[in-house]
């Protein structure tokens, strides 16, 4: 019914279109030119205020953005900036292109040009403070003032711009609407174009009629795909109408949201998608409402959670978007939203990972520039996550690595990932660190993961040392040495003296197989290979032969040890000739009967010997002992130690033990010490001991030390000089009471015969009797004196012999 009614609508504007178009076609053919290139230049005034609207419209974009990246550091604020940049370019050069025909229009252009510059530079400098100094400093930029100032500018140049060209379209449009006057004035004219028109129409809103009632057909079909397709979908999609009201929720969403569909469609937003943020401590505000409300896609914060329906929450990512009319008009938004828990999860556990890792993690950009590390990298390095990240890291790398780490850069951005590539990285501490690292590249970043080989590099080091200083060792033996795998028995080695034992050059040995080659008999090989298996891989002194090279048989003796050398399990050899040994065993085991029985008998004679010595050293009166080199004893005789007891347990031991053992005094220990020090001045040594006995007497003993065997063993003698040394104080007395003898002799006799020789030298003179009478008593005096003396010297004589 609808579509007969449009045709019949059609007919009747046929008909009356033919008529105006009859009437006014002769006279618009003359003003269509004329009216056309007026409508041409209004359209071309419209089209540079559009552009002009579009230019200033992307500016504040870019400022917006700017101020919500300050404020949120969300990079998805970055979005409009990254577009404006481009815009804004793209906007002034088609501006340009259309004044190029008002030199006045171009002119204000300049100016325009100049401060949209001084914007983004000073947009630029606030992101870079930001990046570099904090959210404050960045924010202290943007309220200086300076920004508002351009923007002001920005606005004022664009209200001169587009003031001057709407007065251009003011003038352009009056110009128009005269021709429109003129055509006004000819309409009558135009009927018979009009019915031209109309018939045309006719035929062509036919076919539109058709066609439209096919779209809708189409249309019909496709909004049920549509509506299979978003239920069928992964992701949670709710659509509303303008006033947040759901319209529809497909079957994620309501898995999702834990809602129905009946309870869900018809209710506001808000009530079935209740959201929150960690972060904001709140209730957050739903991104679908935000988005018709800003006319734009408003994507969630960071750890935003929905509350289900039973109360539980769950993390999700989502955004909103508004939904427009063929107008442009809102009518509703569309949310779509996906359950991001396990992917939560999952990130924490690498982030735990990230962090614990030993080995080093980092982020790199193109610009040599790490923008994130794991506490790995602080700790082996030793710089702090500040003084890391502010410089490159060219500037960590030995100079001598720096061309290789960026050639290889560069291989990695040609999508060639890095495996165990290293270098050097300089610690805080001034050393250099070796790293391995394995790094990949998505999205212009470099991701990177290094361990530190330092101390792994200077083991492998220390064993390609070994290694060599081994084969140098191998080399130099004058013993044949062969290496070969246990697996297939293939030579890896052999030195000069086993080429010099057996005739074979190096090169002809070494990879070839040892029993193929002749160089060994098999029945020798199974041998020695059964040898080493039961002895669990290794076996010393194996009586085999070789065959050299000329054919000659040679008995050696062989040792094997299996070892590991570059992964691979070997056995190691030793070969000694033994041809001369075993053709002289013979002669040597029959010296050695020989020998035996002459080592036979010369012990019996030595054993009688020393049966006959020391029965001879126990019995002679002289203490006796033999030091070694320690001072320790060697032999004593039974003079020496009574005690059989002691005497063998003094055997190793030192005179300090026995002076301990028998409680002497250590003094006498220390004298023999000082004898030993001081025999290498002289031959021998000889000193006295005083030796107190128990019943309180004192016994001397004459010691004397002789070197023995080149000092290697020394022997004591000790001699008992106790009554010499008994002799010698009685001599010594003897010889005072003789000199107290002799003192009175001197004193008591010489007196009385210096008086008796005074008196007979008197009797020469004739004396009177009184003088006579007085030489005579005096004489007498002088005998009674020498007869008191006689009894006297007699009694001490008597004395001294009798203390002799």
């Given at each position: 019914m609808k579509w007969k009614t449009q045709f019949k609508l059609a007919i009747?504007?046929?008909?009356?279109?033919?008529?105006?178009?009859?009437?006014?076609?002769?006279?618009?053919?003359?003003i269509l030119n004329r009216n056309t290139k007026q409508d041409k230049y209004v359209l071309h005034s419209h089209e540079v205020l559009k552009t002009s609207e579009n230019l200033l419209s992307v500016i504040k974009d870019a400022e917006t953005a700017q101020r919500g990246y300050i404020i949120t550091k969300d990079t998805t604020f970055l979005q409009p900036y990254l577009h404006s940049t481009a815009a804004k370019d793209s906007l002034l050069l088609q501006l340009q292109r259309l004044t190029l025909d008002n030199k006045a229009q171009q002119q204000r252009l300049v100016r325009i040009e100049k401060l949209i510059q001084s914007k983004y530079l000073f947009i630029e400098?606030?992101?870079?403070?930001?990046?570099?100094?904090?959210?404050?400093?960045?924010?202290?930029?943007?309220?200086?003032?300076?920004?508002?100032?351009?923007?002001d500018s920005l606005r004022t140049a664009f209200q001169k711009f587009n003031h001057a060209e709407t007065i251009l379209v003011k003038q352009r449009t009056q110009k128009a609407e005269q021709s429109v006057n003129t055509l006004k004035l000819v309409m009558v004219y135009s009927t018979l174009l009009t019915i031209l028109i109309f018939l045309i129409t006719f035929y062509k809103l036919f076919q539109k009629i058709k066609l439209q009632h096919q779209h809708e057909e189409a249309l019909f079909v496709q909004n049920e795909w549509y509506q299979q397709t978003m239920y069928s979908l992964g992701d949670g999609v709710i659509t509303t109408d303008i006033n947040g009201n759901i319209t529809f929720i497909n079957r994620s969403g309501l898995q999702i949201t834990g809602w129905t569909f009946g309870d869900a469609v018809g209710q506001p937003i808000e009530a079935v998608f209740q959201i929150v943020n960690s972060n904001a401590n709140g209730k957050s505000i739903n991104p679908a409402l935000m988005a018709m409300k800003e006319n734009k896609i408003v994507f969630l914060a960071k750890n935003t959670q929905?509350?289900?329906?039973?109360?539980?929450?769950?993390?999700?990512?989502?955004?909103?978007?508004?939904?427009?009319?063929?107008?442009?008009?809102?009518?509703?938004?569309?949310?779509?939203?996906?359950?991001?828990?396990?992917?939560?999860?999952?990130?924490?556990?690498?982030?735990?990972?990230?962090?614990?890792?030993?080995?080093?993690?980092?982020?790199?950009?193109?610009?040599?520039?790490?923008?994130?590390?794991?506490?790995?990298?602080?700790?082996?390095?030793?710089?702090?996550?500040?003084?890391?990240?502010?410089?490159?890291?060219?500037?960590?790398?030995?100079?001598?690595?720096?061309?290789?780490?960026?050639?290889?850069?560069?291989?990695?951005?040609?999508?060639?990932?890095?495996?165990?590539?290293?270098?050097?990285?300089?610690s805080k501490d001034g050393t250099y660190k070796?790293?391995?690292?394995?790094?990949?590249?998505?999205?212009?970043?470099?991701?990177?993961?290094?361990?530190?080989?330092?101390?792994?590099?200077?083991?492998?080091?220390?064993?390609?040392?070994?290694?060599?200083?081994?084969?140098?060792?191998?080399?130099?033996?004058?013993?044949?040495?062969?290496?070969?795998?246990?697996?297939?028995?293939?030579?890896?080695?052999?030195?000069?003296?086993?080429?010099?034992?057996?005739?074979?050059?190096?090169?002809?040995l070494v990879g070839n197989n040892a029993i193929q080659y002749g160089a060994i008999k098999p029945e020798e090989s199974e041998k020695i290979l059964k040898n080493i298996k039961d002895e669990g891989g290794h076996k010393r002194n194996i009586e085999s032969q070789l065959k050299r090279l000329d054919g000659t048989v040679i008995d050696v003796l062989f040792s094997v040890e299996s070892i590991e050398i570059e992964g691979k399990m070997c056995y190691i050899g030793t070969f000694v000739d033994i041809t001369e040994r075993k053709k002289s065993e013979s002669n040597t085991l029959r010296m050695n009967l020989e020998l035996e029985k002459r080592v036979q008998k010369r012990t019996a004679q030595i054993v009688k010997q020393k049966q006959f010595t020391d029965e001879i050293l126990n019995k002679i009166p002289t203490e006796i002992a033999v030091y070694d080199s320690q001072e320790k004893y060697l032999y004593v005789n039974p003079k020496g130690i009574e005690s059989q007891e002691i005497r063998d347990w003094v055997i190793g031991k030192t005179d300090f033990d026995l002076c301990k053992l028998k409680g002497l005094d250590p003094a006498l220990a220390e004298k023999r010490h000082w004898s030993f020090q001081n025999?290498?001045?002289?031959?021998?040594?000889?000193?006295?001991?005083?030796?107190?006995?128990?019943?309180?007497?004192?016994?001397?003993?004459?010691?004397?030390?002789?070197?023995?065997?080149?000092?290697?063993?020394?022997?004591l003698?000790?001699?008992?000089?106790?009554?010499?040394?008994?002799?010698?104080?009685?001599?010594?007395?003897?010889?005072?009471?003789?000199?107290?003898?002799?003192?009175?002799?001197?004193?008591?006799?010489?007196?009385?015969?210096?008086?008796?020789?005074?008196?007979?030298?008197?009797?020469?003179?004739?004396?009177?009797?009184?003088?006579?009478?007085?030489?005579?008593?005096?004489?007498?005096?002088?005998?009674?004196?020498?007869?008191?003396?006689?009894?006297?010297?007699?009694?001490?004589?008597?004395?001294?012999k009798k203390k002799l």
């Open positions: 009747t504007g046929l008909g009356i279109g033919l008529a105006i178009l009859v009437f006014v076609n002769v006279l618009l053919f003359v400098k606030t992101l870079l403070t930001l990046n570099k100094l904090g959210v404050q400093k960045s924010i202290d930029l943007v309220n200086n003032g300076e920004g508002k100032i351009l923007m929905l509350i289900q329906k039973n109360g539980t929450t769950i993390y999700i990512d989502d955004s909103g978007a508004p939904i427009h009319d063929s107008q442009g008009h809102i009518i509703g938004s569309v949310l779509i939203f996906r359950d991001i828990t396990e992917k939560r999860k999952t990130e924490e556990k690498l982030n735990l990972i990230y962090n614990m890792s030993l080995d080093m993690i980092g982020v790199a950009n193109k610009n040599g520039f790490f923008i994130s590390i794991n506490p790995a990298v602080t700790k082996i390095l030793g710089y702090t996550q500040e003084e890391f990240l502010s410089q490159s890291y060219f500037d960590f790398i030995h100079p001598d690595d720096i061309d290789r780490t960026d050639n290889e850069k560069h291989t990695l951005y040609d999508n060639i990932d890095t495996l165990d590539f290293v270098n050097r990285y300089r070796w790293i391995e690292w394995n790094v990949t590249v998505e999205d212009d970043l470099m991701y990177a993961m290094g361990r530190d080989i330092t101390e792994r590099k200077k083991a492998y080091e220390m064993i390609a040392e070994t290694h060599k200083k081994f084969f140098q060792i191998l080399e130099s033996s004058p013993v044949a040495i062969i290496i070969t795998e246990i697996d297939n028995q293939n030579i890896l080695y052999v030195n000069d003296a086993f080429s010099l034992l057996t005739g074979f050059h190096k090169s002809s025999i290498n001045k002289n031959n021998n040594v000889e000193w006295i001991d005083e030796i107190t006995q128990e019943d309180g007497s004192t016994k001397y003993m004459l010691r004397i030390l002789h070197p023995l065997d080149k000092k290697k063993k020394f022997i003698t000790g001699y008992d000089i106790t009554q010499l040394k008994q002799a010698e104080k009685e001599k010594t007395a003897y010889i005072k009471s003789l000199e107290e003898m002799m003192f009175m002799t001197s004193h008591k006799v010489r007196l009385p015969i210096a008086n008796i020789i005074g008196i007979s030298d008197l009797l020469e003179y004739d004396l009177d009797k009184e003088e006579l009478i007085k030489v005579i008593d005096n004489m007498k005096a002088s005998i009674n004196s020498l007869d008191t003396f006689t009894r006297e010297l007699t009694m001490f004589i008597h004395n001294v």
